[in-house]
């Protein structure tokens, strides 16, 4: 299984930019997939996640109303709409996909699929 995130890049403080990962399994379709993000000497956090069905969605307090994730379980991708963004919000962030076909919970660890990363950097 990979994942493969795309989007990042340099935008200025208030500007937008969305992410979007493809898993080459269709068999994730139905899997909660999630965003998270990772600045150097940090550990990794919890963005955004959303459920197989997408019904559900779960957002970091940091993030809430100015991030949207979304997926297409005909493609197998998910997006992450990021507005208004901040220059707090700079890190390499990572799409992730459960092996479980439920959904249990927003921590890294209950994912096991991992994206390569793509950098999103925000000037103020």
């Known amino acids: 299984v990979q994942l493969q995130a795309s989007g990042g890049g340099l935008v200025q403080a208030g500007g937008s930019l969305r992410l979007s990962c493809a898993a080459s399994a269709q068999r994730l379709s139905r899997n909660p997939m999630g965003w998270f993000r990772q600045d150097p000497g940090k550990e990794r956090e919890f963005v955004a996640v959303i459920t197989g069905s997408g019904r559900s969605t779960f957002y970091a307090d940091s993030v809430k109303g100015r991030f949207t994730v979304s997926r297409d379980n005909t493609k197998t991708t998910m997006d992450l709409q990021m507005n208004n963004l901040k220059p707090e919000d700079t890190a390499v962030y990572y799409c992730?996909?459960?092996?479980?076909?439920?959904?249990?919970?927003?921590?890294?660890?209950?994912?096991?699929?991992w994206g390569q990363g793509t950098q999103v950097t925000v000037s103020s």
């Open positions: 992730a996909a459960s092996h479980y076909g439920y959904y249990s919970g927003t921590a890294a660890r209950e994912f096991h699929y």
